[in-house]
């Protein structure tokens, strides 16, 4: 009988290493697991980060861009024009644009950023269709809502 006693003991301490072993492998496979999903969410958020953020340069770009447009509309602006000037055909094409990318940007971006580029195209819509009174030039009247609105973007973009 001491003999059986001492092979259960031994099976008792073998089975024991064997749950031992196993719930070590466990908590390791696990603990592992976890790591790997936390990594995959923290790499498909970075990427995710980075999608938005060429998202909003692309934006920014064709915004800055149709508005250089609206400008040079602006400074060659005809003392004369009606809706059958070739002026006010491109220049109409241009605003319509340049509306659509104001209010994308309201989409994108943070209220200030829209509200910056908001006042840009107020601004820049009243000068292109109205014009400017005698001895005031476009670039200074735009000057302080263009360099608002890309203060306002740069301040986002980081």
């Known amino acids: ?12 301490i073998s089975l024991g290493g064997v749950v031992l072993g196993g719930a070590l492998s466990f908590l390791v496979q696990s603990t592992t697991q976890r790591s790997a999903e936390r990594t995959e969410r923290w790499r ?30 602006a400074f060659t602006r005809p003392g004369d024009w009606d809706e059958e000037t070739p002026w006010f055909v491109t220049t109409q094409d241009a605003m319509n644009r340049l509306w659509v990318v104001e209010r994308l940007i309201r989409i994108q971006f943070p209220l200030p950023v829209h509200d910056a580029a908001r006042a840009y195209f107020l601004d820049l819509n009243r000068t292109v269709w109205e014009g400017l009174p005698e001895g005031e030039s476009v670039r200074d009247r735009l000057e302080d809502n263009r360099l608002a609105f890309l203060d306002a973007a740069r301040a986002v973009m980081g």
């Open 1 to 12: 009988m001491g003999g059986m006693s001492g092979q259960v003991w031994v099976s008792l």
């Open 44 to 73: 498909q958020q970075v990427e995710l980060s980075e999608t938005r953020r060429a998202e909003r340069l692309a934006l920014l770009e064709r915004f800055v861009e149709v508005a250089a447009e609206a400008e040079r509309a």
